[in-house]
């Protein structure tokens, strides 16, 4: 399985020979998990409007809250349009976190895709996704392989969200 980490603009970058992993963070028993959901092409609002629901009732709001909804999003996307339509998401809290992994069982993301993204070309129909969610997150992860590809994506806040709010 190929994998890599690949920190956003600003985050501190992944130190050479440590092994880095999907997640930072293990997805916690139901006490700081949001959602947890299946879904396919006919979901995708429905995903982005429960995403930003529980959030934002958890205490995330303002421009971090728009930006990694939208990171969500393009992710949820991509997994409808490029790997065989259907997915599970995870949304949850920890610490000073929110993080969401989004899995498919797709053919692998192509290698050439796995490298720093770029500012995409104006021009360009697609190919924003990956680049947003680097823009909008604090770190994104991609573990990647011939079975499927799980991205995860953390935003930090600025004080800890109480998991046991909702």
Known sequence: ?????????????????????????????????????????????????????????AGLGGDRLAGFVLAVNEVVTNVVLHAGGNGRLLLWLAGDSAWCSVTDSGPGIPTHYLTTPEIPEAYEVGGRGIWLAHQLCDEVTVATGPIGTTIGLRIMVATPIDTHRQ
């Open 1 to 57: 399985m190929r994998q890599g980490v690949r920190p956003a603009p600003g985050a501190e970058p992944v130190e050479a020979g440590v092994s880095p992993t999907v997640l930072a963070e293990p997805v916690p028993a139901a006490a700081g998990r949001l959602l947890d959901r299946r879904f396919g092409r006919d979901e995708i609002t429905l995903v982005r409007h429960e995403v930003s629901a529980r959030l934002g009732t």
